[in-house]
C-alpha cells in the first residue's frame, strides 16, 4: 500500500552527521507508525528508532542523546538526524511503515551510512 524511498545516506567521518529521509507515497491505508532500521554486515536488522502517528517516539538505546526521529505530514516524510556519528553506526538504513494492530508492514529499499576515518 505504501512505497517508501530513504535518502540522505553517504560517506562521513566519526563525529559528523546526517539526516536521512524517507518519502511515503501511494498509499489508501493509514499509517499507525513509522520507524528507522539499520543492517551491518553479518549482523541482525536491528531497530534504530520509531515515530507513531501521534508521535511518540521510540529510540533504541544505543542511539539515544544522537539520533532524532521526526516528521512532516504535510509532506510525508520521516526523519532520522544522526549527530555524533560513530563506526559503529556504519550499516544499511531502512524505512519501515506499519499499519495499525500490525496488519501491514512496507520497506524502504535502504540507504547506506558509512562513518569511517
Known amino acids: 500500500q505504501v512505497q517508501l524511498v530513504e535518502s540522505g545516506g553517504g560517506l562521513v567521518q566519526p563525529g559528523e552527521s546526517l539526516r536521512l529521509s524517507c518519502a511515503a507515497s501511494g498509499s489508501g491505508s493509514s499509517i499507525a507508525g513509522m520507524g528507522w532500521y539499520r543492517q551491518a554486515p553479518g549482523k541482525e536488522r536491528e531497530l534504530v528508532a520509531d515515530?507513531?502517528?501521534?508521535?511518540?517516539?521510540d529510540l533504541a538505546e544505543f542511539v539515544k542523546g544522537r539520533f532524532t526521529i521526526s516528521k512532516d505530514n504535510a509532506k510525508n516524510t520521516v526523519y532520522l538526524q544522526m549527530n555524533s556519528l560513530k563506526p559503529e553506526d556504519t550499516a544499511v538504513y531502512f524505512c519501515?511503515?506499519?499499519?495499525?494492530?500490525?496488519?501491514?508492514?512496507?520497506w524502504g529499499q535502504g540507504t547506506q551510512v558509512t562513518v569511517s576515518s
Open positions: 515515530i507513531s502517528s501521534g508521535g511518540t517516539t
Open positions: 519501515s511503515a506499519r499499519g495499525y494492530f500490525d496488519s501491514w508492514r512496507s
